[in-house]
């Protein structure tokens, strides 16, 4: 049976529309419906109703929907205090834009109107029950979308059936204990793009009240030494409240007109408040990272770049340069050869051949603190194996370039305090905070002795070199650099006795480097 109400405009003060045929009905409603005061709208379980121009409730008006409402114009609510419409199905299908506005707490909802439907005024909405996106944009605009505990996506959302949250407001889930959720949201601006946050909580406290909202920007990330070299034109934010001592995997969704650069050298990282890099990007446009704290997030390349300066003792010519006949001799190894015990680096650094002017491997350690004496062991985040040339510039495995510490950043607020590790001269660290310039890390500790925390830095020439006869990590030249001269005497190769690096023979020069150094100590915090 079809039913068909015709209702010019309702603006009685006292007048209730009742609906509840105990048999399905199909009702059209062909005008504006606005309901005064204490008016009250009921459509009952059962019932199909249709609004085909605008649905509007002053303050005071009840609209209580346990069928299904069929909206084709804006739903206008202007009730000063949250207002539970039913918990029925609202579907939003006009065939120009639609507008929902006022205080509104819906059970289900499906946005089915090509053109697309905005939330305005100024109250947030809520959604408890299933939220079907069959076709077009919801775009919030500066006002939140909540969904509740036991809401659920619906529909197949993509980037023409999708939520906005572009402007200040977010796409908000409320939590009731560990589990998955994906927010379909993207942006619509030059071109629509879905670019959808999955977060699945696997621990975590969850009171009443809690959510965590999801907004984002199709710009680069507003920190400028992210948005650099390969990055991603897109940002989130997740704005978490009342949500403790959680972990959560996060997987964040991009399109390729996102990509500025490489994509392959992306990793997902947190940019603000605090500046963490979580995993590398693998495959299917698709970042994650399992987080303790929510923030700001975005696709960059999440290599640290380092360039350092520094001399070895024993090869240096008194000038500016140091020999590479250990090179010219094919004696340095083509993989790193810090694995062993003192230093126990697990790198895997290697080459097919050791590029032109490489004197030998060197060990950077970076160590994160606010002062230079509180980086201590303790604060290292990253180490790498590289090379040092003979001008003194310690650059990546090809040769050149700077360093690239993949996945590691500096915590907001810390200093970067690189030490660097030869196999048999005196270890260095810095004693001031390495500047960014031009985004990358730059430390020369050649320049003076006030670039090297604490003694353990010697002055040859117009340099400061780090100290020859040393074993290893110990930060004096002692017994331990006189066994390795006695262990190697007279061999030819790669030894550590061979302190001058000089013809691949360990001999009495080296021991002459050893015998005047003996005593000398560094310092390490």
């Not at 379909?184 to 809690?210: I, K, L, R």
Request: with cysteine; proline share 5%; net charge negative.
């Amino acid at each position: 049976m079809k039913l068909n109400v015709q209702i010019q405009r309702i603006n009685l003060t006292r007048f209730i529309i009742l609906l509840c045929l105990a048999f399905s009905v199909t009702g059209y409603l062909r005008a504006e419906t606005h309901m005064l005061g204490s008016m009250s709208m009921n459509v009952t379980s059962g019932t199909s109703v249709t609004e085909l121009s605008n649905l509007l409730l002053d303050n005071g008006g009840v609209l209580d929907n346990q069928g299904t409402l069929t909206v084709k114009g804006n739903l206008t609510n202007s009730n000063t205090s949250a207002s539970n419409l039913g918990t029925g199905t609202y579907i939003f299908a006009g065939t120009s834009p639609q507008t929902i506005s006022g205080p509104n707490i819906f059970t289900h909802v499906t946005i089915n109107n090509s053109t697309g439907v905005s939330l305005t005024g100024s109250s947030d909405n809520t959604i408890n029950g299933i939220f079907t996106l069959t076709s077009g944009r919801f775009t919030l605009g500066n006002l939140n979308l909540l969904l509740g505990t036991s809401a659920t996506i619906g529909g197949t959302p993509a980037a023409g059936n999708m939520v906005v949250p572009t402007g200040t407001g977010e796409l908000r889930k409320s939590f009731a204990g560990t589990g998955s959720f994906t927010y379909p949201v993207g942006d619509n601006d030059a071109t629509a793009e879905y670019s959808p946050v999955t977060t699945n909580f696997t621990s975590g406290t969850f009171p009443g009240g809690n959510y965590l909202g999801v907004n984002l920007k199709n710009l680069p990330d507003p920190d400028p030494t992210i948005a650099t070299g390969d990055y991603l034109n897109r940002y989130w934010v997740l704005d978490n409240s009342n949500i403790s001592g959680y972990s959560c995997n996060l997987t964040f969704t991009f399109t390729d007109a996102d990509v500025v650069g490489t994509k392959a050298n992306l990793f997902c990282v947190e940019s603000f408040p605090v500046h963490q890099v979580y995993d590398a990007y693998v495959s299917n446009n698709h970042l994650t990272g399992t987080v303790t704290s929510f923030g700001r997030f975005t696709g960059a390349n999440g290599a640290l770049s380092a360039t350092f300066f520094t001399f070895l003792e024993g090869p240096f010519n008194g000038t500016n340069a140091m020999s590479t006949i250990l090179n010219a001799g094919g004696l340095i190894p083509l993989t790193q050869p810090y694995s062993a015990a003192p230093w126990s680096y697990p790198g895997t650094e290697s080459v097919g051949s050791i590029p032109a002017g490489v004197v030998d491997w060197v060990l950077i350690e970076l160590r994160q603190a606010t002062i230079a004496g509180s980086a201590t062991s303790s604060t290292v985040f990253g180490r790498k194996a590289a090379f040092l040339k003979s001008d003194g510039s310690i650059v990546d495995i090809s040769g050149s370039g700077p360093v690239r510490f993949l996945g590691s950043n500096l915590t907001t607020g810390n200093n970067l305090y690189p030490v660097i590790y030869h196999r048999n001269h005196m270890p260095v660290m810095a004693n001031n905070a390495a500047p960014l310039i031009s985004g990358v890390f730059t430390y020369d500790f050649s320049t003076a002795a006030s670039q090297t925390y604490g003694p353990g830095i010697k002055h040859v020439g117009p340099k400061w070199v780090m100290i020859a006869g040393n074993s290893g990590i110990d930060m004096d030249i002692n017994n331990n650099g006189l066994s390795n001269w006695v262990t190697d005497f007279g061999a030819t190769g790669y030894n550590k006795g061979d302190f001058d690096l000089g013809n691949g023979s360990v001999d009495n020069s080296d021991l002459s480097l050893w015998v005047a150094n003996f005593g000398l100590a560094g310092l390490l915090p």
